[in-house]
């Protein structure tokens, strides 16, 4: 299983427990190459959408970035998992968000919370990379070759991605969005051959890392806001 599989698999139930039941409509911002959650949704009954430019060439996906994909009105749900720290703009596209989402609809959000990776969590997940080729894995060995700590090194790392913090995505949220749950969790097991979930979370409960994963809630007010 690849690390894409695992994390699929993994989040699933997070993201299911989160969700209005079936039949409703739901639409996979950012699903990327494998489709994303939309087998599952179709399987448990969903009508589901996923979008991506590198979504498969088939119903029920969309080949597009989100800000301008062509959506049947509203819907009762939008999930977004890992998609929206690198969008260009996050404003625009969760504009987009609470446009298409129905008053009283919910809105999944799991994210990375880059501001929480410090140099302690960093050494953790490089100590248990396997040979699979990652991002992690470039990153361990871009901060090895500039010589730099690894805060100065991972600032501007940040910076020429173009990344943005969960802080950020948060603030965005809440100021579109009623907060149900915002929770923090494993973020890094999925690319780890050394650790699983489990250990990940362990980790965090005994203070060895930090808690890398956002998992945000919310609903579209029902009425505008002041």
Do not use: K
């Amino acid at each position: 299983m690849t690390a894409p599989e695992r994390w699929l698999t993994a989040m699933w139930p997070v993201v299911r427990r989160a969700l209005p039941d079936p039949p409703a409509t739901a639409v996979d911002l950012g699903c990327g190459p494998l489709g994303g959650f939309v087998p599952m949704l179709l399987t448990d009954g969903y009508d589901a959408i996923g979008v991506d430019p590198n979504a498969p060439e088939e119903p029920p996906y969309r080949q597009a970035e989100f800000e301008h994909a062509e959506l049947p009105g509203t819907v009762d749900s939008v999930v977004a998992s890992t998609s929206l720290h690198h969008v260009a703009d996050p404003a625009e596209v969760l504009d987009r968000i609470a446009q298409v989402v129905r008053p009283g609809g919910v809105v999944v959000v799991l994210e990375w919370a880059s501001e929480r990776f410090d140099e302690r969590t960093a050494r953790w997940c490089f100590d248990r990379l396997g040979s699979e080729e990652s991002w992690l894995q470039r990153l361990r060995d871009e901060w090895r070759e500039s010589g730099l700590g690894w805060e100065d090194y991972f600032r501007g790392w940040l910076e020429r991605e173009h990344l943005h913090s969960g802080e950020t995505l948060i603030r965005h949220l809440d100021d579109r969005l009623e907060r149900q749950q915002l929770a923090y969790g494993p973020y890094f097991f999925a690319g780890l051959a050394a650790a699983t979930e489990e250990d990940e979370r362990a980790a965090i409960a005994d203070g060895e890392i930090q808690a890398g994963r956002i998992d945000y809630v919310g609903t579209r007010p029902r009425t505008a806001q002041a």
